[in-house]
C-alpha cells in the first residue's frame, strides 16, 4: 500500500507500526531543523502507512490487527494476533484511542503472558512460536496502560515478575503454554531487554514518564491493588536530578509540586537544572473496568498440501480440520467438508488456495499458490 517511491516496503503490522513512528520522529526532526519539505513528507508517508494498515490488516470481527499479508500474485491476510505489533499499534497511534482500547481489551492472552502468536503453528517448537517474551509483554503493558486498561496492565507486571521471580534471573523468553524457559529453542539469562522492559512498566507504566522534545511528561497508571507510596531517587534528565515521590492510584493527579511549588501542569521542563524533590498525588479513582481476553493454549490445523487434476483440487485431510476455506485468486470461493472440489475449467491463469478450519473456528495458513490455466 506504499508507493515504490517510499524507502521501505512491507506488509507485516509490526514493521510497518514501527515505520510509522520513524516517520513521525523524521518529521518532528525536521520541523527542528527548519525543513518544511522533509516534514511535510515524513508526515504525508505517515498517514499513508496508517491509512495502509488500517485498511488491509485491520479486522473488525476480531477487535485487533491481522499479522501481515502473504502470498504470491494475490495476497492474503494471516488473521493471528501479533502481540508486539498489536501492542506497537497502540503505543505509536497507528490506533486512535477507542480502537486501541479495543486492540488491548480483545487481543489473546494466555495464562502465562500474551503470546507473540496466536494461536499457534504446528510442528514449530517453541521460540517465537508458543513463547511469551518479557521484552514483548512489557510493551503490551504499556499499551494497555495508554488505553486505561487495569486489568491487563496489572496482567502484564505479573507475567513479566513471576517468571523472574521463578527463574533467578530475567530469561529471554518462555514456554507460552506452561510457562517454563524449558523446551525454547534458543535462551539466554540476564537478558537486558527483559530487564529493561521490567523498568519500562515501572518508568512509563506506573511512574507514566514520557519523554517529549522539550519536557517530561508525567501519566501516573497506578492500579488500586498497587496502591501506596513509591519513589524513584536520583533520576537523571538532562541536566536535573529528580527525586519523585508517587502516592495512591488511578491515572488523575489530585497534586503534583516541584520542590513544595504547585506545577501548572503534569511536566518538568527539559531547561530544568539541579537537584529537585517531585511529588505526586493520585486521585485514588480506579479506571473504568475493561476486560481481557483469556484464552487457552490453541494450535491452528495443519497448513493443506493442493494439488490439481482433472478438474478437481485434492489434498489430504488435516487433523483436526472440520471443514476446509478454497481461495480463488486469494478471494473466498467455497467451502466444503471433504477434501477435494471441483472447480470450473478456467478462461485465464488461476492460482487455488486451500485453508484448514478446526472445530473452533481458527484457520491454518493458506496452502502454497496452485497456478491452474487454461488448456491450450
Known amino acids: 500500500w506504499m508507493q515504490p517511491a517510499d524507502i521501505y516496503q512491507s506488509q507485516n503490522l509490526g514493521t510497518n507500526a514501527v515505520h510509522f513512528q520513524a516517520n513521525q520522529v523524521l ?27 488500517s485498511q488491509h490488516l485491520w479486522q473488525a470481527d476480531k477487535g485487533y490487527y491481522g499479522q501481515f499479508l502473504y502470498g504470491r500474485t494475490h495476497a492474503v491476510l494471516s488473521g493471528r494476533a501479533e502481540a508486539l505489533g498489536e501492542a506497537l499499534s497502540v503505543l505509536f497511534g497507528v490506533a486512535d484511542a477507542q480502537r486501541g482500547a479495543e486492540v488491548v481489551r480483545r487481543t489473546p492472552v494466555m495464562d502465562f503472558g500474551i503470546p507473540c502468536v496466536y494461536p499457534q503453528t504446528p510442528g514449530i517448537p517453541p521460540y517465537h512460536n508458543n513463547a511469551v517474551w518479557p521484552f514483548v509483554q512489557s510493551y503490551w503493558g504499556l499499551a ?75 501519566r501516573p497508571f497506578v492500579p488500586q491493588a498497587l496502591r501506596g507510596t513509591r519513589r524513584l531517587s536520583g533520576l537523571r534528565y538532562r541536566g536535573a536530578v529528580l527525586d519523585v515521590e508517587l502516592t495512591g492510584f488511578g491515572s488523575r493527579i489530585r497534586s503534583i509540586t516541584l520542590d513544595g511549588q504547585p506545577l501548572p501542569e503534569a511536566a518538568v521542563p527539559a531547561t ?87 472445530g473452533a473456528g481458527f484457520e491454518s495458513f493458506a496452502s502454497e499458490p496452485l497456478p491452474v490455466q487454461p488448456e491450450r
Not at 491487563?152 to 507460552?176: G, Y
Open 272 to 358: 530544568l537544572t539541579g537537584p529537585h524533590k517531585l511529588r505526586i498525588e493520585l486521585a485514588d479513582e480506579a479506571p473504568a473496568a475493561a476486560a481481557l481476553n483469556a484464552v487457552p493454549h490453541h494450535v491452528a490445523p495443519m497448513t493443506p498440501a493442493v494439488r490439481y487434476e482433472a478438474g478437481r483440487l485434492r489434498w489430504a485431510p488435516v487433523e483436526g480440520a472440520t471443514a476446509y476455506q478454497v481461495l480463488r485468486n486469494g478471494q473466498f470461493a467455497a467451502r466444503t467438508t471433504t477434501p477435494e472440489l471441483p472447480v470450473p475449467a478456467p478462461t485465464a491463469y488461476t492460482e487455488y488456495q486451500v485453508v484448514a478450519v478446526d
Open 27 to 53: 518529521a518532528l526532526m525536521a520541523e527542528r531543523l527548519q525543513e518544511p519539505a522533509v516534514a511535510q513528507a515524513a508526515q504525508a508517508r505517515a498517514r499513508r502507512i496508517r491509512e495502509g494498515i
Open 144 to 218: 494497555a496502560a495508554q488505553a486505561g486498561n487495569e486489568t491487563a496492565f496489572l496482567a502484564s507486571i505479573a507475567a513479566v515478575s513471576r517468571p523472574a521471580a521463578l527463574f533467578l534471573t530475567d530469561k529471554e523468553n518462555f514456554v507460552a503454554s506452561n510457562g517454563d524457559f524449558a523446551g525454547t529453542q534458543v535462551n539466554s539469562s540476564v537478558m537486558l531487554w527483559s530487564l529493561s522492559g521490567t523498568l519500562g512498566l515501572v518508568y512509563k507504566g506506573l511512574f507514566g514518564m514520557d519523554w517529549q522534545p522539550d519536557r517530561l511528561v508525567f
